[in-house]
C-alpha cells in the first residue's frame, strides 16, 4: 500500500479526500495542527471505511518538528498539501498572518519533500487566483489577474513557487484549483466542521434553514445575471476527494507530461445564487428564511469551470451536481455533532 501524506487531513476536503484514498487502496496519514478542525473527522473516517488514520498534531511552521515527523517513515510516496487558513475576509483583517501560514507551511512541506525524495507533490489552489475572470467559462490558459485578497495571493504566490521548486528539484507536482466546494459524505457520518464559523453560501443556507442563524443574505439581486445573483460552480466534496485521489495515481503512474501542472476542479455548471436557495428548498421541503442584501465587496459577478483538462488526463468526471450537494450539506447540518 503507498503511504500518501495528506496535509490538513483533519480539515474539510482533507479528510473526505483521506475516505477515497482508502477506499483506493492508499495509506494516509495526516499532519493537522487543528487550527480549524477536530480530530473527530478522522474517527468519522475509522467509521466509514473501518481504517484509523494517524494525525500528527503540529504546526507545518514548526520546520524541526515537520521534520521529526518526516523522519518516521521512509516509504511515504507522494504529499496531498490541504493544509492552510481559507478566510478570505479575515485575510484582509490579517495579511502577515496568511502569508506566514500558507506560504511558510508551503516551504517548509516542499523542504521536507525534497530532502526525503518524495517525487509527488498535490497542491490545494482555488478558482480565486483567476481574480475578476470575464472570458467564460475559465480554463486553465485563463490568465490569472490580481488577486482579491491576501489568501488569493498565497494561492498564486504557492503555485509559482510550487513550479520553480518543482522543476528545478525534479518533483512532480499539481495545482489543482477547485471551483466552489460544498456538500458532504452520504453516510451522514461526516461533513464540512470547522473551528470557525463557515462564511460559504452552502452552510450559511443549512444552518439558517437549522435554526442557527436567523436568516440568509443573499449578497446582490441586481447583477448582469439571468436573476441579478451572483453565478459560481458548485462541487460535491466527495467529486473532488475522487479527483485528489485520480491526481495522486497518474502521478504514480508516470503519466503527467511535465514537472508542473495544473488543472481546474469544478463541475462547469454555473449556478445562480438564487437557484442554489431555490434547490435547497426543492431537495429538503424546507422553506429557506432569506433576504437581498447589498452586493459584497470582492465579489466576481460570475464565474465556473471548464474542466476538460482533467477529464482528459486524470479520467475525472464529476457524479453529483446542485441537488445532490444540498441533500448531503442538510443531511450533514442535521447529524453534525462536533
Ligand atoms: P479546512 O480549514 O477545513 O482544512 C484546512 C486544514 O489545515 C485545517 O484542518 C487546519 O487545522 C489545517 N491547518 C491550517 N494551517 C495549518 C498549519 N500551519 N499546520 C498544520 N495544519 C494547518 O479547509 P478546507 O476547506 O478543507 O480547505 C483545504 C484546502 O483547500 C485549503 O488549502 C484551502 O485554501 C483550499 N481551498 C478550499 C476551498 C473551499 O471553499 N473550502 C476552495 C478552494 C481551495
Ligand atoms: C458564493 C456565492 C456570494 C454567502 C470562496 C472563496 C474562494 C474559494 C471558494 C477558497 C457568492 C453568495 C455567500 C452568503 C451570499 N475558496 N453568498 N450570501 O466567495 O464564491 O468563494 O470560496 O479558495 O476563494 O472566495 O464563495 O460561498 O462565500 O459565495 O449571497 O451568506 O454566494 O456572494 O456569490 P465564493 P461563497
Same mark, same amino acid.
Given at each position: 500500500m503507498s503511504k500518501v501524506l495528506v496535509t490538513g487531513g483533519c480539515g474539510y476536503i482533507g479528510s473526505h479526500t483521506i475516505i477515497s484514498l482508502i477506499e483506493s487502496g492508499y495509506e494516509p496519514i495526516s499532519i493537522d495542527n487543528l487550527s480549524n478542525s477536530y480530530e473527530e473527522s478522522l474517527e468519522r473516517v475509522f467509521q466509514i471505511t473501518g481504517k484509523k488514520v494517524k494525525n500528527h498534531r503540529i504546526d507545518l511552521c514548526d520546520a524541526?518538528?515537520?521534520?521529526?515527523?518526516?523522519?518516521?517513515?521512509?516509504?511515504?510516496?507522494?504529499?496531498?498539501?490541504?493544509?492552510?487558513?481559507?478566510?478570505?475576509?479575515?485575510?484582509?483583517?490579517?495579511?502577515?498572518?496568511?502569508?506566514?501560514?500558507? $506560504? &511558510?507551511?508551503?516551504?517548509?512541506?516542499?523542504?521536507? +519533500?525534497?530532502? =526525503?525524495?518524495?517525487?509527488? /507533490?498535490? %497542491?490545494?489552489?482555488?478558482?480565486?487566483?483567476?481574480?475578476?475572470?470575464?472570458?467564460?467559462?475559465?480554463?486553465?490558459?485563463?490568465?490569472?489577474?490580481?488577486?482579491?485578497?491576501?489568501?488569493?495571493?498565497?494561492?498564486?504566490?504557492?503555485?509559482?513557487?510550487?513550479?520553480?521548486?518543482?522543476?528545478?528539484?525534479?518533483?512532480?507536482?499539481l495545482s489543482l484549483r477547485y471551483f466552489n466546494p460544498a456538500g458532504a459524505h452520504p453516510s451522514g457520518l461526516l461533513g464540512e466542521a470547522?473551528?470557525?464559523?463557515? $462564511? &460559504?453560501?452552502?452552510?450559511?443556507?443549512?444552518?439558517? +434553514?437549522?435554526? =442557527?442563524?436567523?436568516?440568509? /443574505?443573499? %449578497?446582490?439581486?441586481?447583477?448582469?445575471?439571468?436573476?441579478?445573483?451572483?453565478?459560481?460552480?458548485?462541487?460535491?466534496?466527495?467529486?473532488?476527494?475522487?479527483?485528489?485521489?485520480?491526481?495522486?495515481?497518474?502521478?504514480?503512474?508516470?503519466?503527467?507530461?511535465?514537472?508542473?501542472?495544473?488543472?481546474?476542479?469544478?463541475?462547469?455548471?454555473?449556478?445562480?445564487v438564487l437557484e442554489s436557495i431555490q434547490a435547497f428548498e426543492r431537495v429538503t421541503g424546507q422553506k429557506l428564511k432569506y433576504e437581498i442584501g447589498p452586493r459584497r465587496p470582492g465579489d466576481v459577478v460570475a464565474i465556473y469551470s471548464n474542466y476538460d483538462k482533467a477529464k482528459k488526463h486524470l479520467g475525472w468526471m464529476p457524479r453529483f451536481g446542485i441537488d445532490d450537494i444540498m441533500k448531503s450539506a442538510w443531511q450533514w447540518e442535521l447529524n453534525r455533532d462536533f
Amino acid at each position: 500500500m503507498s503511504k500518501v501524506l495528506v496535509t490538513g487531513g483533519c480539515g474539510y476536503i482533507g479528510s473526505h479526500t483521506i475516505i477515497s484514498l482508502i477506499e483506493s487502496g492508499y495509506e494516509p496519514i495526516s499532519i493537522d495542527n487543528l487550527s480549524n478542525s477536530y480530530e473527530e473527522s478522522l474517527e468519522r473516517v475509522f467509521q466509514i471505511t473501518g481504517k484509523k488514520v494517524k494525525n500528527h498534531r503540529i504546526d507545518l511552521c514548526d520546520a524541526p518538528s515537520l521534520h521529526t515527523v518526516f523522519d518516521q517513515y521512509d516509504d511515504i510516496q507522494g504529499i496531498i498539501h490541504f493544509a492552510a487558513l481559507k478566510a478570505v475576509g479575515e485575510s484582509v483583517e490579517k495579511p502577515l498572518l496568511y502569508f506566514r501560514n500558507n $506560504l &511558510n507551511s508551503l516551504l517548509n512541506v516542499m523542504d521536507q +519533500a525534497n530532502r =526525503k525524495g518524495i517525487d509527488h /507533490v498535490i %497542491f490545494s489552489s482555488s478558482c480565486t487566483v483567476y481574480g475578476q475572470a470575464t472570458d467564460l467559462p475559465v480554463t486553465e490558459e485563463t490568465e490569472m489577474k490580481e488577486a482579491e485578497s491576501p489568501y488569493g495571493r498565497t494561492k498564486q504566490l504557492s503555485e509559482y513557487i510550487l513550479k520553480d521548486l518543482s522543476e528545478i528539484w525534479g518533483i512532480n507536482a499539481l495545482s489543482l484549483r477547485y471551483f466552489n466546494p460544498a456538500g458532504a459524505h452520504p453516510s451522514g457520518l461526516l461533513g464540512e466542521a470547522p473551528r470557525v464559523a463557515a $462564511l &460559504n453560501l452552502v452552510p450559511v443556507i443549512t444552518e439558517t +434553514a437549522a435554526g =442557527k442563524r436567523d436568516t440568509c /443574505v443573499v %449578497f446582490g439581486d441586481d447583477y448582469d445575471t439571468r436573476d441579478g445573483s451572483c453565478i459560481r460552480d458548485y462541487i460535491h466534496v466527495m467529486d473532488l476527494a475522487d479527483a485528489h485521489t485520480k491526481a495522486l495515481t497518474y502521478l504514480l503512474q508516470n503519466k503527467h507530461s511535465s514537472n508542473y501542472e495544473v488543472f481546474n476542479l469544478g463541475i462547469g455548471q454555473g449556478v445562480t445564487v438564487l437557484e442554489s436557495i431555490q434547490a435547497f428548498e426543492r431537495v429538503t421541503g424546507q422553506k429557506l428564511k432569506y433576504e437581498i442584501g447589498p452586493r459584497r465587496p470582492g465579489d466576481v459577478v460570475a464565474i465556473y469551470s471548464n474542466y476538460d483538462k482533467a477529464k482528459k488526463h486524470l479520467g475525472w468526471m464529476p457524479r453529483f451536481g446542485i441537488d445532490d450537494i444540498m441533500k448531503s450539506a442538510w443531511q450533514w447540518e442535521l447529524n453534525r455533532d462536533f
